[in-house]
T-cell receptor, first 114, second 110 residues
């Protein structure tokens, strides 16, 4: 498999559930990202990992917890979410920190919180 | 944080028409990228521009970077239904992170 993959593609959960989103990149990149895309907002950067270390946390509520066990895998652990957290969650990877680096996106997980 | 504005927000045109969409900021871009996102998918990079005044062509798509590196445009010639999607511009600050504009949602009707 090539590129960036995300599972599951769709997820429906209650506010008391705990679930995890998974992202895997097969491109040999050093940086990975989580974004949130809501219907009425631009893509919002949530977390950035570079060489498996978190380098950015954009004031994301603690009910979202990222994990990067190695340079190819990225998880987003979810617990006690709110209905307003319903959105498309996109994972991306890039080679590194150059300004012209290309970000490669996965297809996203469509999350619905009931 | 650099903010990006895109216009128009929505655009619906007939197949064969030409169109231009815009991306603007009050700050200077270090580089700027254009992405297209189709429903149910993640954004896919179309082009990266770095030099002020730069023009890049990708088949029927022409990308221009303003001389002052604070604005960019995407022109599509003879639009086709396959061009339908959300067009996003993104800039990168001098650190690690990308900032995305809100996008232009294009619909090309057959």
């Amino acid at each position: 498999e090539t590129g960036v993959t995300q599972t599951p593609r769709h997820l429906v959960m209650g506010m008391t559930n705990k679930k995890s989103l998974k992202c895997e990149q097969h491109l040999g990149h050093n940086a990975m990202y989580w974004y949130k895309q809501s219907a009425k907002k631009p893509l919002e950067l949530m977390f950035v990992y570079s060489l498996e270390e978190r380098v950015e946390n954009n004031s994301v509520p603690s009910r979202f917890s990222p994990e990067c066990p190695n340079s190819s895998h990225l998880f987003l652990h979810l617990h006690t979410l709110q209905p307003e957290d319903s959105a498309l969650y996109l994972c991306a990877s890039s080679q590194g920190g150059e300004p012209t680096d290309t970000q490669y996106f996965g297809p996203g997980t469509r999350l619905t919180v009931l | 944080t650099q903010l990006l504005e895109q216009s128009p927000q929505f655009l619906s045109i007939q197949e064969g028409e030409n169109l231009t969409v815009y991306c603007n900021s009050s700050s200077v871009f270090s580089s700027l990228q254009w992405y297209r996102q189709e429903p149910g998918e993640g954004p896919v990079l179309l082009v990266t521009v770095v030099t002020g005044g730069e023009v890049k062509k990708l088949k029927r798509l022409t990308f221009q970077f303003g001389d002052a590196r604070k604005d960019s445009s995407l022109h599509i010639t003879a639009a086709q239904p396959g061009d339908t999607g959300l067009y996003l511009c993104a800039s990168r600050d001098y650190g690690q992170n990308f900032v995305f504009g809100p996008g232009t949602r294009l619909s090309v009707l057959p």
